[in-house]
């Protein structure tokens, strides 16, 4: 274990392996929500108690009844260097991290049961076994036969993410509650399915309780540092290259007396990074790193801005966000959850 880990600056910090942290789920902040989970599974008789334990991301393996929780959650010094790191935290709060969990809860429930090669099962969300992959996909925003629950319509990636979001609502949420919130919906049906499905599972026990676990941190080899390069390039979306005729439409070229492009784009960066990731749901840091490879090309270009400053915010905030929502309905999303 690596001693006083936890007032080392960032640099010393991401020398740290992940193992040598010594990190619990008892006594962290996780260990609340983990009872709140475990809590609603009690109230509707669901006798799996999924196994949660600290790895590199938010998963539950293959046909195992586990939760596998970031360790990054499981501390304040290391939620600080993954907001430095990735720029946001993925799960951070209680409610996010619940939601999150609930998620993942509905994979274990699956897997515990063995439901999803049930006949039944694959007739209100598709075969699992089909040539599905859950980092990209077309999304439909209005569409009623999927509910809401993640970001990013994220119930509409694969059937096995369907029934998760759907089985995350239902727990969540009474009978009363999403009945009256998805009336009219073709969501509806498979909240039914899944009323009736538990029903069917309540009080019995469940036909898997163990199986292999991915990325453990407590055996996990990694230093912080070669952790958090594999998480950029995991999360790191390769948008369509920019237009230089666009740049300079906005913008124009520099002037005397003018301020550069690249110099106002990082006086609002935050700001307008914020607008973008609240509506299209999509990660900060690629945000965040889109607006990056924007500055740069203005720079090379030697764009000014001669235009009213109000004028010029709209016009940037709007072509990054046209960028982005194209891109969300045509590529890449982050990884399966």
Known sequence: MAEGWESLSDEDLLKVRICDLDLKIPGSEVEPRVQHLQAALDARKILVKPLCYLGAEWQSPDGVPAICIPFYLAHPRLRQLEMRQMLE?????????????????????????????????????????????????????????FVLHLPNWYAQSHPDEDFAETFAVWLALEAADWRKQYAGWKALEKLEYIERTMRGIAAKPPKVTRGGLLGEAAK???????????????????????????????????????????????????????????????????????????????????????????????????????LVSNYLYTGRFKKKV
């Open 89 to 145: 935290i993925e799960g951070g709060t209680p409610d996010a991290c619940d939601k999150l969990m609930f998620h993942e809860c509905g994979h274990a429930v699956d897997h515990a049961f063995k439901l999803s090669p049930r006949k039944g099962w694959r007739d209100v969300f598709g075969d699992p076994r089909a040539d599905y992959d859950p980092t990209i996909y077309h999304h439909r925003p209005y569409s009623k036969a």
């Open 220 to 322: 996990s080899k990694k230093t912080l540092g070669q952790h958090y390069a594999w998480k950029r390039r995991l999360w790191s979306t390769t948008y369509p290259d920019f237009y230089d005729q666009d740049l300079r439409k906005i913008f124009g070229e520099l002037t005397p007396g003018d301020e550069t492009a690249a110099r106002f784009m990082r006086r609002y960066r935050r700001a307008i990074t914020t607008a973008i990731v609240n509506w299209t749901g999509e990660p900060k840091y690629t945000v965040d790193g889109l607006i990056a490879r924007l500055i740069k090309r203005a720079d090379e270009l030697g764009l000014g801005t001669p235009r009213d400053e109000s004028a010029l915010l709209i016009d940037i905030g709007s072509y990054l966000s046209t």
